[in-house]
Every structure is written in C-alpha cells, then in structure tokens.
C-alpha cells in the first residue's frame, strides 16, 4: 500500500461513513500514523439517497471527498482500497490493493443490503444503499417512463409503471413519498402522453405497520400521508420470489412489475479473519465491549453499524442509524490518548438518543423526538434543518439548500437525467457507448 515506515503506532481506520469520518477527524492531531482506507474516495450521506433516485438532488451534493480531511496534515494517509481480510494475530491487513500491518485497527465498515439468503431476488431487486445504486435506480424509473410512452399496450404501461417497495421502514416510506410526489408533480409535465392512473405505488411490509421501529403515533400519521398521497400499502406482506417481472408474497399476492426496490433489510459488512465468536452469525455485527473494543482484543475496535454492543437498555445493541456511530467515535476518540498511552481506565459509551424521524413528501413528515411525537409541516421542517445540518461540508449544505428551494417553489425535480442507461435485462450498467 507503499505506506511509509515511521516510529509513531500505526493507527488504521477502515470505512470513511458516520463513524470513519468522525473519528479521523478527531485523531489526526494526536501523535499516530493515521491511515484510512475506503472503497470509495468519498464519504456519501445515505440519508438522502432517496432523492438521488427520485431525480430532487444531484448526487455530488451528497459526497464528500475523503482526501479533503488529509489537507495540511501530516502523517495521515488515505488509501482507495477493498479490504478483504485481517489477520489479527499478525496484525494484518489484506486489502484488493495489498497488505498493510497495524498497531491499533478500527473498523468501521457499515452495512449492506441483506436479501436474506434469497438469490433470486439479489439477482433481480433494486437495491439502495450506495450512490452508484441510487443512480441505477433514478435511470431505470426514468426509462421506464421512457418506454411506457412508445407502448401501445395499457398492460405493459402498468407493468412499467408499477413501481413495488419492498420494506416499509424510514427508507421504504420516504422513497414511496418521492415516488409518489414524482407522479403528481412530474409525470403531467414531462409526460403529457401518459395516462398518471397508470402508474401504482405499492408498499409492502412483512411487520403489521409501516416504520416498524418507530412509534405507533408516527405509524399512524405517515399511513395517512401516504395513502394521501395514493400509495398502496400492504402490511403483513412477505415478499418470497421475484423473478424481474412478477413478485409473490407469502400470502399468494402477485405484482406484476419491472421495478421492485429492496429496503427490507441490511446485514453488516463484517471482514473475514476474525473467529466465529467474535460477530453475531445472524446479524454479522461483531461483538463490542463498551469502550467498542471486539470481543478478545485491546487494539481492534469497531463502530457504527458492524459494531454490536449488548446492554441492559439496548440488549439487541444500539439502532444502525448515523447517531450510535457518530457518538461511539467521538467517544473512541476521547479514549484515544489514553489508549496509545496503555492506560485502561477508560470511559465507557453510553447512547444519547436524540430520536428519529421520516419525511413523507412535500409538507410531511413524523418525527419521535424523547418523549414527543409528532407529525406535519413542523416535523418536515425539523427535518429538512436537521438533515441539512448533518451533511458535510458547507459546499454540500448550499448546494442541497438551493435545490430543496427550487424544487419547491417551482414543483420541479432538477436531475431527470439517464447519464448512464440501466440494463434491465442484464441488470448491470452498460455504458452510452455501448448502446
Ligand atoms: C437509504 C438509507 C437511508 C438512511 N436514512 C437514515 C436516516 O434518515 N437517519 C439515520 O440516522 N440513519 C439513516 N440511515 C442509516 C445510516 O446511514 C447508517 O446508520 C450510518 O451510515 C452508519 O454509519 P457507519 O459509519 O457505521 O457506516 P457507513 O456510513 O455505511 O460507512 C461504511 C463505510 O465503509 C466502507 N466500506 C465497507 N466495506 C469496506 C471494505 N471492505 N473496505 C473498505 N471500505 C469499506 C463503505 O464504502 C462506507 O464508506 C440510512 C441508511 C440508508 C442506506
């Protein structure tokens, strides 16, 4: 990884999300060889996916190129690089790019979509949890738009115009919203020759409501919202096959549909090498004391999502949402001089929650906040303050601020465009050049 030697301990820090970008921030003043390694040269705000895929943002107004951390600073390193192993008695680590030894590692690694086990829905489900996902997804609802304009037959229309979410947390509720929106606002304007009753928003969940973790009171409201709004929702629905064109639930309903988005589920992106005991097999989190050590080691840490810390109030660990992740950093981050220094009295995390919240098209959104539940504009505008705050950098902030604004006054999403065509039938991009 052409890494240089150096007499200061070499701290590696692999994945630049919530938690990577937290933490390097606050050790790079301290007197380590800092490196972080990511598969990707920027950290991406997963929160507004949604509306890369819908076409409201751009999706550079999301990213945040890691070198821009390293600027001025000394002994700190960045590497685009896979890691696809760790030897943790050697202190190793095996990267797509080569092997890198370690002092102390900090993993931080997030999560992906999990299919749970089914092959054939990985092969044909639109998944949302990457920029270049959320690109893939914002061409195919826009090609099939495309292609439902040239067809003569209405079948075919509605199969193309169906649009199936699979999932009915935060994600699946917001998409579904945007979606929705899509159709009232856009389609009209840019496709006068289509028929908008064609076009069908279904909603599935397997639990018996929508924002499952989330409380009955925001339960409730964004139900409402989103049958304002015309979606279909379709609670205690397990969705058991989907073949690219016809989806089946367990209760024999059958949506026929090109377009079925996968938001039902996440597993963690653990990194072989570790024993079995060290992650739970269901989950893949690996097992974390509260100083976010893993279980049987004082110099390899996780963080955020991949990282499972059991305690009394929370003894399926902490929510995988960006605030365990951010507050197990800064908390990694105070304990950092004492850990260089072998000092072990260290200082315990402990989650503060600040709640949760999910917007449902213009105007809506629910918000559990402590003890307060609420739902509405006031929540929308909580929520617009809030996400806009979290981004990073003040590019981002103006950039996002600008669109939102546009995209209200003027009842217009800015980013229509299919830069690159999706393949449906190979499900893979090809490129303008190839088609
Ligand atoms: C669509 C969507 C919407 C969401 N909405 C919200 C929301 O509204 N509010 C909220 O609080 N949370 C939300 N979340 C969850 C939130 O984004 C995560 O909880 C948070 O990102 C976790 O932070 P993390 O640092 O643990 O992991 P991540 O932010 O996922 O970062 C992991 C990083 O590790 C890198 N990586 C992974 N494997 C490797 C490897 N082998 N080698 C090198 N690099 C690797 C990845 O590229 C990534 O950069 C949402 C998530 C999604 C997908």
Known sequence: MNVPKSNLPRVVVIGGG???????????KLPIQLVMINKHNYHAFQPLLYQISTSGIESDSIAYPLRMFIKKQQNFYFRLADVKEIDPDNKIIKSDIGDLSYDFLIINT????????????????????????????????????????????IEVQKFLLNFVIVGAGPTGVELAGAIAEFKKSVLPLDFPDLDPELMQINLLEGADRVLPPMSEHASKKSTKFLKELGVQIHTNTIVTSYDGKLATTKDGKEFATRTLIWSAGVI?????????????PRTRRYYVNEFNQIKGFKDVF?????ALMISD??????????QPAIQQAKNLAKNFPKILKGNTNLKPFKYN?????????????VADIKKLQFGGFFAWFIWMFVHLMSLVGFRNRLVILISWIYNYTNYNKGSRLIVRRYSVTKRRIRTNAEL
């Open 18 to 28: 919530f938690a990577g970008l937290n933490l390097v921030k606050k050790l790079r």
């Open 110 to 153: 997030g999560t992906k979509t999990n299919y749970f086990g089914n092959k054939e829905i990985k092969k044909h489900a639109m998944p949302m949890k990457t920029i270049p996902q959320a690109l893939n997804l914002r061409s195919l609802i826009l090609q099939n738009f495309e292609r439902a304009t040239v067809e003569a037959d």
């Open 268 to 280: 963690a992106n653990r990194i072989d090498g570790f024993a079995e005991e060290c992650s739970e």
């Open 302 to 306: 996780a963080l955020g999502d991949v």
């Open 313 to 322: 109030d929370y003894p399926r660990g902490h929510p995988q949402v960006a």
């Open 353 to 365: 929650d600040k709640g949760s919240m999910a917007t449902i098209g213009r105007n809506k959104a």
